[in-house]
């Protein structure tokens, strides 16, 4: 079994290094192990892929988790069980073929500034969509951007349920309202910030340290256990 | 039954105008164009209702919403329907605010003109947009036993794997197109290049014989 964890930074890890003054790349074995997707697969024996995304919203979680079934499930040796951390609802993406990730509406912050330079080439190409899209499309926590939270829950729940494919779903960040009772989804109505404590998180940044992750982690095996997903 | 559509302007019945009414007055001549596009045609021989959410210069990343939308808000699940899409050309994007804004109808003097231009600029491949709306509509409509009726309308769609697709691979433009080359003497599109009424009704005719075999 292979658990294919999808998200966004609290997916990814974002924050965990074994070397801060390395390079992400260096410090990526070191993330994905330490992050709630691997010491998930560790508590489980199964192994584990990390496609969590720093910055994205539910409607690229949706397009990632499409990509993945349409272009990469049929490269996978072993059944997968995917694994989802919603992330916030007010968060939109634009895809940049050429540099092949995503621009996030989240690596902006409130003065329109991109605090990351390694960022900021792709994140320019759509300055202007994103101005748009602040105008004319991104709401609150009720509406707006929620249509797209509400198809990307719909999507990877009815893929997965009609393919008897195994879900886990809970909340990493944002206020949720969902339509439907979906399956395995733990505590859909709160996110990690209403468990996690400040010692389980990184001073100043707000995602979950290695104790934060071990929380989560501990606390979806025991659902996973309770819910007998696996 | 009722059968609801999603779809472009192919589905929409664009340029198919009643002689009977202005053709400045459009909502006059909406009974005339939903009755009469492949959609109202296929209800009227199968002996349904019909719901028409298609939109000239939709997307078929729009139609995935437009589809979510419908299921989400509108949907009576103690109601018999068969969602029938006909999915459109691959280059194509849509922006929501209110209502839906597509690539080929944004103006210079329209918003998403700026979005218009980087995502031409930034997306060489169209078709993951594609395979995630197929993906998203067909599963489901077979996780919730929704009927499904599905075909190209325009565009270079690869063959899918879905159910019900009817004429796989191919579109409803090639398919007019072919026929009227086999024969002259048949004329199934109007001046703008959507099918005619007699378009339609060609087509329909053909839909009809697989949607029986296949859903009815």
């Given at each position: 079994?292979?658990?294919?964890?999808?998200?966004?930074?609290?997916?990814?890890?974002?924050?965990?290094?074994?070397?801060?003054?390395?390079?992400?790349?260096?410090?990526?074995?070191?993330?994905?192990?330490?992050?709630?997707?691997?010491?998930?697969?560790?508590?489980?024996?199964?192994?584990?892929?990390?496609?969590?995304?720093?910055?994205?919203?539910?409607?690229?979680?949706?397009?990632n988790?499409?990509?993945?079934?349409?272009?990469?499930?049929?490269?996978?040796?072993?059944?997968?069980?995917?694994?989802?951390?919603?992330?916030?609802?007010?968060?939109?993406?634009?895809?940049?073929?050429?540099?092949?990730?995503?621009?996030?509406?989240?690596?902006?912050?409130?003065?329109?500034?991109?605090?990351?330079?390694?960022?900021?080439?792709?994140?320019?190409?759509?300055?202007?969509?994103?101005?748009?899209?602040?105008?004319h499309?991104?709401?609150?926590?009720?509406?707006?951007?929620?249509?797209?939270?509400?198809?990307?829950?719909?999507?990877?729940?009815?893929?997965?349920?009609?393919?008897n494919?195994?879900?886990?779903?809970?909340?990493?960040?944002?206020?949720?309202?969902?339509?439907?009772?979906?399956?395995?989804?733990?505590?859909?109505?709160?996110?990690t910030?209403?468990?996690?404590?400040?010692?389980?998180?990184?001073?100043?940044?707000?995602?979950?340290?290695?104790?934060?992750?071990?929380?989560?982690?501990?606390?979806?095996?025991?659902?996973?256990?309770?819910?007998?997903?696996? | 039954?009722?059968?609801?559509?999603?779809?472009?302007?192919?589905?929409?019945?664009?340029?198919?105008?009643?002689?009977?009414?202005?053709?400045?007055?459009?909502?006059?001549?909406?009974?005339?164009?939903?009755?009469n596009?492949?959609?109202?045609?296929?209800?009227?021989?199968?002996?349904?209702?019909?719901?028409?959410?298609?939109?000239?210069?939709?997307?078929?990343?729009?139609?995935?919403?437009?589809?979510?939308?419908?299921?989400?808000?509108?949907?009576?699940?103690?109601?018999?329907?068969?969602?029938?899409?006909?999915?459109?050309?691959?280059p194509?994007?849509?922006?929501?605010?209110?209502?839906?804004?597509?690539?080929?109808?944004?103006?210079?003097?329209?918003?998403?003109?700026?979005?218009?231009?980087?995502?031409?600029?930034?997306?060489?491949?169209?078709?993951?947009?594609?395979?995630?709306?197929?993906l998203?509509?067909?599963?489901?409509?077979?996780?919730?036993?929704?009927?499904?009726?599905?075909?190209?309308?325009?565009?270079?769609?690869?063959?899918?794997?879905?159910?019900?697709?009817?004429?796989?691979?191919?579109?409803?433009?090639?398919?007019?197109?072919?026929?009227?080359q086999?024969?002259?003497r048949?004329?199934?599109?109007?001046?703008?290049?959507?099918?005619?009424?007699?378009?339609?009704?060609?087509?329909?005719?053909?839909?009809?014989?697989?949607?029986?075999?296949?859903?009815?």
């Amino acid at each position: 079994m292979i658990l294919v964890g999808i998200g966004c930074s609290f997916t990814q890890g974002a924050g965990l290094a074994a070397d801060p003054l390395h390079s992400y790349e260096y410090n990526t074995p070191y993330r994905e192990k330490n992050c709630w997707v691997g010491q998930l697969a560790d508590k489980l024996g199964q192994s584990y892929i990390n496609l969590g995304d720093g910055g994205a919203g539910n409607f690229a979680i949706g397009q990632n988790f499409a990509r993945f079934i349409n272009y990469d499930l049929h490269m996978c040796d072993q059944p997968i069980m995917v694994c989802v951390g919603w992330t916030q609802v007010d968060r939109m993406s634009w895809w940049d073929e050429e540099a092949y990730h995503w621009a996030h509406s989240s690596w902006w912050d409130g003065q329109g500034l991109i605090p990351w330079p390694g960022l900021a080439g792709t994140a320019n190409k759509f300055e202007n969509s994103r101005k748009e899209w602040l105008l004319h499309s991104q709401g609150g926590e009720g509406d707006g951007n929620q249509a797209l939270t509400d198809s990307a829950k719909l999507l990877v729940n009815s893929v997965c349920e009609s393919r008897n494919i195994p879900l886990l779903q809970f909340n990493a960040l944002g206020d949720h309202h969902t339509y439907h009772d979906y399956k395995n989804y733990y505590l859909p109505d709160t996110n990690t910030q209403d468990y996690l404590k400040s010692d389980q998180l990184i001073p100043n940044d707000g995602h979950p340290n290695e104790l934060g992750h071990t929380d989560i982690a501990s606390r979806l095996y025991n659902f996973v256990n309770e819910c007998k997903i696996l | 039954m009722r059968l609801v559509g999603f779809g472009c302007s192919f589905t929409y019945g664009s340029e198919l105008q009643s002689s009977d009414i202005d053709s400045n007055d459009h909502w006059g001549n909406t009974p005339h164009r939903e009755s009469n596009v492949w959609l109202g045609r296929l209800a009227d021989k199968l002996g349904a209702t019909f719901d028409n959410r298609a939109e000239p210069g939709n997307s078929n990343y729009a139609i995935q919403y437009q589809f979510a939308d419908w299921f989400n808000n509108n949907r009576n699940p103690s109601e018999s329907v068969v969602v029938c899409v006909a999915w459109t050309a691959l280059p194509r994007f849509s922006w929501l605010d209110d209502t839906w804004t597509h690539n080929g109808t944004v103006r210079d003097d329209q918003k998403f003109l700026h979005s218009r231009k980087d995502w031409i600029t930034s997306n060489v491949d169209h078709i993951y947009w594609t395979d995630a709306a197929k993906l998203f509509v067909n599963s489901v409509c077979k996780l919730y036993n929704i009927p499904i009726l599905q075909f190209n309308a325009l565009g270079k769609h690869k063959p899918a794997h879905y159910d019900n697709y009817f004429l796989n691979g191919l579109t409803m433009e090639s398919i007019l197109k072919d026929a009227q080359q086999s024969d002259d003497r048949l004329d199934l599109f109007a001046s703008g290049g959507h099918p005619n009424k007699a378009g339609h009704e060609y087509f329909t005719i053909r839909l009809h014989d697989f949607a029986k075999e296949r859903i009815i």
